[in-house]
């Protein structure tokens, strides 16, 4: 669920994972906890089941799997961001009875090397596949965790639809002479379905969807832009150029703005769910 920020604390281009960016994120991931509620109800996720949860953030959707599989099933969460599964840690600790059958992991979509040897039932990730750089890869490893009819359900920003926001980076970045492909990298259905099929995942079944968010001012659109994409938004760039860079965001953000000064972000998402081996 979280974004796969670095494990250092210096800058980089893809932002700076810190406690502070982990607690911000923590506090913006509610849309995300709804995606993952419904992912988890389409893949009909079930008792006694056990469960590998991809880039799992802070550990809401490994909590509410837990509560569904019981004591009987097994429920992995794993992301990059150390931050993130020290929140889940935490959070797990105060839920002592399912403390049994929950394990917490750092760890690279793009390197599964660490659950070699298992198999699950279900593989579940939650807003976070638009964030993995070779997705193939991280499908292929997926499928050694795999047994037949294994459910692998992934819930993403749809990459037929750029979000306007995303076009604001991508202008602003441009005029500053910086990259804008280190920001998300979404897929559409027919590219989704392709690498499910490469990697062995069949029998696609698709769920379309739109959301809104309502933020109180541009500066909240701002601050909301990178607490949730754990500081890659902006703040990967630094000093002068990065203060110029908000300048500019802002300026243009004031024009998708209300009369009143509110802005509304509209997304569209795409779940899907395949079965190994079908």
């Given at each position: 669920?979280?974004?796969?920020?670095?494990?250092?604390?210096?800058?980089?281009?893809?932002?700076?994972?810190?406690e502070?960016?982990?607690?911000?994120?923590?506090?913006?991931?509610?849309?995300?906890?709804?995606?993952?509620?419904?992912?988890?109800?389409?893949?009909?996720?079930?008792?006694?089941?056990?469960?590998?949860?991809?880039?799992?953030?802070?550990?809401?959707?490994?909590?509410?799997?837990?509560?569904?599989?019981g004591?009987?099933?097994?429920?992995?969460?794993?992301?990059?961001?150390?931050?993130?599964?020290?929140?889940?840690?935490?959070?797990?600790?105060?839920?002592?009875?399912?403390?049994?059958y929950?394990?917490?992991?750092?760890?690279?979509?793009?390197?599964?090397?660490?659950?070699?040897?298992?198999?699950?039932?279900?593989?579940?990730?939650?807003?976070?596949?638009?964030?993995?750089?070779?997705?193939?890869l991280?499908?292929?490893?997926?499928?050694?965790?795999?047994?037949?009819?294994?459910?692998?359900?992934?819930a993403?920003?749809?990459?037929?639809?750029?979000?306007?926001?995303?076009?604001?980076?991508?202008?602003?970045?441009?005029?500053?002479?910086e990259?804008?492909?280190?920001?998300?990298?979404?897929?559409?259905?027919?590219?989704?379905?392709?690498?499910?099929?490469?990697?062995?995942?069949?029998?696609?079944?698709?769920?379309?969807?739109?959301?809104?968010?309502?933020?109180?001012?541009?500066?909240?659109?701002?601050?909301?832009?990178?607490?949730?994409?754990?500081?890659?938004?902006?703040?990967?760039?630094?000093?002068?150029?990065?203060?110029?860079?908000?300048?500019?965001?802002?300026?243009?953000?004031?024009?998708?703005?209300?009369?009143?000064?509110?802005?509304?972000?509209?997304?569209?998402?795409?779940?899907?769910?395949?079965?190994?081996?079908?």
């Amino acid at each position: 669920m979280s974004v796969l920020a670095t494990q250092v604390e210096e800058p980089t281009k893809w932002g700076t994972a810190t406690e502070v960016t982990a607690d911000r994120y923590s506090r913006t991931n509610t849309m995300q906890r709804g995606y993952g509620h419904a992912l988890t109800e389409m893949m009909n996720i079930s008792k006694g089941q056990h469960v590998l949860v991809a880039a799992c953030g802070p550990g809401s959707d490994v909590l509410d799997i837990a509560q569904i599989v019981g004591p009987t099933g097994k429920v992995v969460g794993f992301d990059l961001d150390k931050y993130s599964i020290k929140r889940a840690r935490e959070a797990l600790e105060e839920h002592p009875e399912l403390k049994p059958y929950v394990e917490l992991h750092v760890a690279d979509v793009h390197d599964l090397s660490m659950f070699a040897g298992q198999k699950f039932d279900a593989i579940h990730c939650n807003m976070s596949y638009h964030w993995f750089s070779d997705k193939p890869l991280f499908l292929a490893q997926a499928a050694t965790l795999a047994k037949p009819g294994t459910a692998i359900g992934l819930a993403t920003q749809d990459g037929a639809f750029l979000l306007p926001i995303q076009d604001v980076r991508n202008d602003v970045l441009a005029e500053l002479g910086e990259p804008v492909d280190n920001f998300i990298w979404p897929s559409t259905l027919s590219e989704m379905q392709r690498d499910l099929s490469a990697a062995g995942f069949g029998d696609v079944k698709v769920s379309r969807g739109f959301g809104t968010r309502t933020l109180d001012s541009v500066e909240a659109l701002w601050n909301w832009c990178n607490d949730s994409t754990g500081n890659r938004f902006g703040y990967h760039l630094q000093g002068e150029k990065a203060e110029r860079m908000k300048e500019m965001v802002m300026e243009s953000f004031r024009g998708l703005a209300l009369e009143d000064g509110r802005a509304i972000l509209q997304f569209k998402h795409l779940s899907t769910v395949s079965y190994y081996g079908r």
